[in-house]
């Protein structure tokens, strides 16, 4: 019975206009048909459902128990089809993930630009790469912006720019370091396993610096906390340094709250990529994103 939603429909119009006549108006049948739909109902349930009364009807127990489960299922099938219409209409939510830096940094200046681009909702979805790669591959997002590519199966990585990490501290340092400043310093490290403390520790092995010899006041999982830590960081006699994606402190370089410094004849040089479903790769909407950020310059 519940494959056919016209015997329930029905049914709930006659206990709302509380009337089989009335009900009969309304849906444009005849009163009989509507009997009959009625009757179909108390067979298949085996149970009174309706009373009919001089001055209108009544629910049994069981047709009030039944009112309820119906009433619950037609709300189910209205918010369904307002779905439905969304789809034909292309109204939706296209859902980016990104780690901390692109999250915070990067992407939320072309949130606007991009929802114009597809005419539809953006949301921005911000954890660890790893995660956010977890999101993609669980269909959860359309698609993973990160610091990391995937070889996952089913997943296309394509490179999308270079991100440069700087040192930094929240008192004057040199523009140009030498290795040997790096012992100087007090540290704001990342976490043991994150991609960029990897990318950090085997740049520095490069020129013969082990950066587990370093004067550590602390340790954080993402680029946000660094830069508050350094911020906030109350060393004055020796400076506290970490090292960030110089697109994380854009605004506190100009306004002169942190200063940036490189080592002398290196560059950490990392790249950003664009990660997303190889079901999704002839997707209209995915395809006007990438085409988008493709374009897009720090």
Not at 16 to 44: C, H, M, N, R, W
Not at 54 to 63: A, C, D, V
Not at 215 to 243: M, Q, R, W, Y
Request: aromatic share 8%.
């Amino acid at each position: 019975m519940l494959k056919d939603f016209t015997k329930l429909e029905t049914f709930l119009v006659v206990v709302k206009e509380k009337s089989f006549s009335k009900a009969s108006a309304k849906l444009g049948i005849s009163q009989p048909a509507v009997t009959q739909q009625i009757k179909f109902i108390e067979d298949y349930l085996d149970s009174r459902v309706v009373e009919r009364r001089k001055n209108g009807i009544k629910l049994t127990k069981e047709g009030e128990d039944f009112h309820k489960i119906v009433s619950k299922l037609s709300k189910a099938i209205q918010s369904a089809e307002k779905d439905i219409i969304k789809i034909i209409n292309k109204e939706f939510t296209f859902k980016i993930g990104a780690s901390f830096t692109i999250g915070h940094y990067i992407i939320p200046k072309h949130v606007e630009e991009i929802k114009e681009q597809i005419k539809n909702d953006v949301h921005i979805s911000i954890d660890k790469s790893n995660r956010i790669l977890e999101q993609l591959i669980d269909n959860k997002i359309d698609i993973a912006l990160t610091e990391v590519p995937t070889h996952q199966e089913g997943i296309i990585t394509r490179e999308w720019m270079d991100d440069e990490l700087v040192f930094f501290s929240n008192q004057p340092i040199p523009a140009v370091l030498e290795k040997e400043d790096l012992f100087r310093f007090n540290w704001i490290c990342r976490d043991e396993g994150s991609p960029t403390r990897k990318l950090i520790s085997e740049a520095l092995e490069e020129i013969d610096v082990d950066c587990s010899t370093f004067n550590v006041k602390g340790i954080v999982d993402n680029s946000t906390l660094a830069k508050e830590t350094i911020l906030h960081c109350i060393f004055k006699n020796t400076p506290t340094v970490s090292i960030i994606p110089r697109s994380a402190i854009l605004k506190e370089l100009k306004e002169k709250t942190l200063y940036e410094a490189r080592l002398k004849d290196t560059r950490l040089m990392r790249k950003i990529y664009i990660a997303y479903s190889r079901d999704k790769r002839k997707d209209a909407f995915v395809d006007k994103v990438i085409k988008f950020l493709l374009n897009i310059k720090l």
